[in-house]
């Protein structure tokens, strides 16, 4: 008897929280967007019958009741937390690491040889055809190592770069052996999985070492700080107390005032968008987050145009390539469902532009794709 009464106690407790939070969810409303995680939060799909048998409605609506479920916030700093106490290294697909690192965790089985055999293959035409210079900037995870949890396993990205450098030749720009020499200093946010400013400096070293450029003589110590709080996409998805990362830019790249179009609409005379530091998303203060297609005026005159297929890694770098060239076209490939080379063409049909692919070479492995 003690045993069902103990047994009818859990179901009505339970099911009276689920009552209490079915009934909170209904006039609580939806929300469209999470400022926590920085993303668009799934909407109640529309009911069907052809839906419910034949197509997604189930999934959709688990995915619904997921991310619109009452103090989800909150839940999930809870959640972090017991995980913390509990002496766990990873969360959420984040390495909670020393120094108070949040690094991004990519297992090597993800990665496989054949994944790496397509992209080279997209990437081999790009310098063949267009003699296209390919700077693949390594992850967090694989320079600074010693900020890792011990043991832990994460894709070696050496055996990748070793592969580009052989198929692109003197085209390859050598990021990780600078990076790696830095690897003390703060070139990874703490809780974002981009490089800083810092690391995005000696990265514009080694590209203009590659191509055979002088660098321009950028002040790192004169480096402006425009946020103390900026809290990035791993601390999204974890939500614990952790101190804001430093968000900087090099004054010099204002010395010329640039025109910039965004997706041939918005148009801008700053690399910089402000209003970014008002919202979770302040990496976006570089080139106004991201955009399918972005065309510069650099406002410097040498008659030089860059084209560059490029990820996020790419938006804090690309101002300080501005000295060297008269205009930059970007295209983000995640958002460019045209033909890559037709595009190309319209800029410079002779194909003397310089061209370069610069992703993480995590990015590239998942996102690197076009139609030529």
Not at 89 to 97: D, P, S
Not at 111 to 138: Q, S
Not at 254 to 279: A, F, W
Not at 337 to 360: A, C, H, S, T, W
Request: glycine share 6%.
């Amino acid at each position: 008897m003690k045993e069902k009464s103990n047994a009818f106690f859990t179901i009505a407790f339970l099911s009276s929280i689920i009552f209490i939070f079915t009934i909170v969810d209904f006039f609580h409303g939806d929300r469209v967007f999470s400022e926590t995680e920085n993303r668009v939060l799934a909407t109640k799909p529309k009911f069907s019958v052809q839906e419910l048998f034949f197509g997604n409605y189930t999934s959709d609506y688990e995915k619904y009741v997921t991310d619109q479920f009452v103090g989800r916030d909150k839940w999930i700093y809870i959640k972090t937390e017991t995980d913390i106490l509990l002496q766990k290294k990873t969360i959420n697909g984040v390495y909670l690491g020393a120094g108070n690192y949040l690094i991004e965790q990519h297992l090597p089985q993800d990665y496989p040889a054949e994944l790496e055999d397509g992209k080279l293959v997209l990437l081999e035409r790009l310098v063949t055809e267009w003699d296209a210079t390919v700077m693949l900037v390594p992850t967090a995870d694989n320079v600074i190592t010693d900020k890792l949890p011990s043991y832990a396993p994460y894709y070696d990205e050496t055996a990748l770069l070793e592969r580009v450098a052989e198929m692109a030749g003197e085209r390859c720009v050598d990021v990780y052996s600078i990076l790696k020499e830095h690897s003390s200093e703060d070139i990874y946010y703490r809780t974002d999985h981009h490089w800083t400013s810092l690391g995005v400096y000696y990265g514009y070293q080694a590209w203009a070492e590659t191509v055979g450029e002088e660098p321009y003589p950028y002040d790192v110590e004169g480096m402006v700080t425009v946020s103390e709080d900026f809290l990035g996409t791993l601390h999204s998805k974890i939500n614990i107390d952790r101190a804001g990362d430093r968000l900087q830019y090099f004054p010099e790249t204002t010395v010329h005032q640039p025109h910039i179009t965004y997706d041939q609409m918005k148009e801008s005379e700053s690399y910089y968008e402000e209003s970014y530091l008002e919202t979770k998303n302040k990496y976006g203060f570089f080139l106004d987050d991201n955009h399918a297609l972005v065309e510069i005026d650099t406002g410097y005159q040498n008659g030089k145009t860059l084209f560059v297929l490029k990820d996020s890694y790419a938006n804090s770098l690309i101002p300080l390539l501005a000295p060297h060239y008269e205009k930059i076209y970007v295209v983000d490939l995640r958002y460019f469902n045209g033909r890559l080379f037709g595009l190309m063409e319209q800029y410079e049909p002779k194909k003397g532009m310089d061209v370069l692919v610069l992703y993480n070479c995590i990015h590239f492995l998942e996102e690197f794709n076009y139609l030529p």
